[in-house]
Nanobody, 123 residues
Framework: QVQLVESGGGLVQAGGSLRLSCAASGRTFSTYAMGWFRQAPGKEREFVAAISSSGGTTYYADSVKGRFTISRDNTKNTAYLQMNSLKPEDTAVYYC????????????????WGQGTQVTVSS
């Protein structure tokens, strides 16, 4: 079974960039689709981006399209979320998640979750 650990969060000014990483343990990472979700204070967790197990298909929330890029390196068992042009409304705890094979935007369909990493964007 895959275990997930996020890193790369922090404090950044509006307009800045961060790259989040999600390191996965286990030998079957390449069979898992990966997703990034976020939860802001007082709000429900929401979808951000997802990528298929091969990396050939990606999905993005409208709010991050054109600013965020999801990618993965199956040789390193790691998924990434490159976040550019950050806005204060991007402030949230970001979680990576995994499910077998097919990527989806529905968080209920993800089986495995990391502990989250805080991203704070100051204005």
């Amino acid at each position: 079974q895959v275990q997930l650990v996020e890193s790369g969060g922090g404090l950044v000014q509006a307009g800045g960039s961060l790259r989040l990483s999600c390191a996965a343990s286990g030998r079957t990472f390449s069979t898992y689709a990966m997703g990034w979700f976020r939860q802001a204070p007082g709000k429900e967790r929401e979808f951000v981006a997802a990528i298929s197990s091969s990396g050939g298909t990606t999905y993005y929330a409208d709010s991050v399209k054109g600013r965020f890029t999801i990618s993965r390196d199956n040789t390193k068992n790691t998924a990434y979320l490159q976040m550019n042009s950050l806005k204060p409304e991007d402030t949230a705890v970001y979680y990576c998640a995994a499910r077998q094979y097919t990527a989806t935007t529905n968080q209920l369909q993800y089986d495995l979750w990391g502990q989250g990493t805080q991203v704070t964007v100051s204005s």
